[in-house]
């Protein structure tokens, strides 16, 4: 059981990792910056990243890692060729989008704003870096919708990583106008672009908007 904890733990711990250096980086080719350039500058907003961060980080590693403990006891150990692969990988985005969709819908009313989703809302102007500026309980809750398709097809570990690492990378990205701006227009006005990545729901329910 521990062994195979530490084995969740270091997956868990390396997709994180991956999907960072990949989103930091693609701000460097792009030369935008990936932290607020206040943070250099002043002591109150370095100090506010690290609180939140500090506090928000170590408890989400512990319940991701739990959840994907949990959650890989559903792969398939079935071989899949190349155009199955694409397949899943499609579907298991569907899915993420369906069911973010509906939960970001939900924490934007009042009593789920003010206990969950505020924090993550506290900083309208916004840097990849405020993807992980975000309350404890919201954050696992949106690491939950990620794993959500696990249980509802039967993927195996590379879909797992692959569609992780996409979903991590663009949600630094998505905190910026480097590929898009749905989402930096979601934090402007707030009941608009509830998607993460692909907009499909917005458009099915009228929720999407192209500029401010």
Known sequence: MFLQLLQSGVIVLGLFAASLSTAYYICEIKKLPFINPQYYKDLTIRNKYHSQITRTMPPVFIGT???FNH???YFTNNKMNTFQ???YIVLYCVIIEFVYYLYHRIIHHNFFYKSIHSKHHENTVIYPIDSIYVGPLDIFLYITCLHIPIYLLRV?????CICLYIYVVLGFISHSSILYN???IHHKLFRYN???VIPM???LFDTYREQM
């Open 71 to 73: 959650a890989s006891q």
């Open 182 to 184: 749905h989402h930096v």
């Open 156 to 160: 195996d570990l590379f879909i797992y």
């Open 194 to 196: 509830y998607c993460l």
């Open 85 to 87: 692969t694409g397949v």
């Open 201 to 203: 729901f917005d458009l």
């Open 65 to 67: 890692t739990l959840l």
